[in-house]
T-cell receptor, first 113, second 112 residues
Framework: DQQVKQNSPSLSVQEGRISILNCDYTNSMFDYFLWYKKYPAEGPTFLISISSIKDKNEDGRFTVFLNKSAKHLSLHIVPSQPGDSAVYFCAASGGFGNEKLTFGTGTRLTIIP | DADVTQTPRNRITKTGKRIMLECSQTKGHDRMYWYRQDPGLGLRLIYYSFDVKDINKGEISDGYSVSRQAQAKFSLSLESAIPNQTALYFC???????????FGSGTRLTVV
């Protein structure tokens, strides 16, 4: 049973435009949500996170939005750059007592120059 | 030196062989994890350890075992490797799960 889902396996976006990556979850006990970025032959690296008490968190070109009622989060990248081409995983954690991360299946983002 | 080091980086082994993947970290964190990545399935948790005396099964622990030799070392063993254990394996460490993990560069394992 996939508790964290990324329904788009791939996404292509023109350089300079906005990239929007989506993620849905089913477990209402999740309290923290994170996005990871992965390049080939490297481990995933932490990108940005949000707790369930917020609905938006920004860090430079990256913004994560959380809609708790819809159990949906999204990552916006503006403007998209060629170096953003990677696989993006969303992940969720239940907080104290359930700290391990549950990952989604990943979305491969390709930025077209 | 990398914060999380995995050895070997690549390994080809035969069905039925026992194999160990090693992980060491210099972050000083208590929590360590083993995940495997398969195409279309994302990252799935195999085992995790919140301190040296604490070992827990993840969602896909069958066919695997682990050893936490020290705070900094967490090894994953395949007792009798089978072809569907061919995957990319990642070790990670964290201070708290929601603070984010630091991953190693992965071990690509092929079982033939």
């Amino acid at each position: 049973d996939q508790q964290v889902k990324q329904n788009s396996p791939s996404l292509s976006v023109q350089e300079g435009r906005i990239s929007i990556l989506n993620c849905d979850y089913t477990n209402s006990m999740f309290d923290y949500f994170l996005w990871y970025k992965k390049y080939p032959a490297e481990g995933p690296t932490f990108l940005i996170s949000i707790s369930s008490i917020k609905d938006k968190n920004e860090d430079g070109r990256f913004t994560v939005f959380l809609n708790k009622s819809a159990k949906h989060l999204s990552l916006h990248i503006v403007p998209s750059q060629p170096g953003d081409s990677a696989v993006y995983f969303c992940a969720a954690s239940g907080g104290f007592g359930n700290e391990k991360l549950t990952f989604g299946t990943g979305t491969r983002l390709t930025i077209i120059p | 030196d990398a914060d999380v080091t995995q050895t070997p980086r690549n390994r080809i082994t035969k069905t039925g062989k026992r194999i160990m993947l090693e992980c060491s970290q210099t972050k000083g964190h208590d929590r360590m994890y083993w995940y495997r990545q398969d195409p279309g399935l994302g990252l799935r948790l195999i085992y995790y350890s919140f301190d040296v005396k604490d070992i827990n099964k993840g969602e896909i622990s069958d066919g695997y075992s682990v050893s936490r030799q020290a705070q900094a070392k967490f090894s994953l063993s395949l007792e009798s490797a089978i072809p569907n254990q061919t995957a990319l394996y990642f070790c990670a460490t964290s201070e708290r799960g929601w603070y984010g993990y630091t991953f190693g560069s992965g071990t690509r394992l092929t079982v033939v």
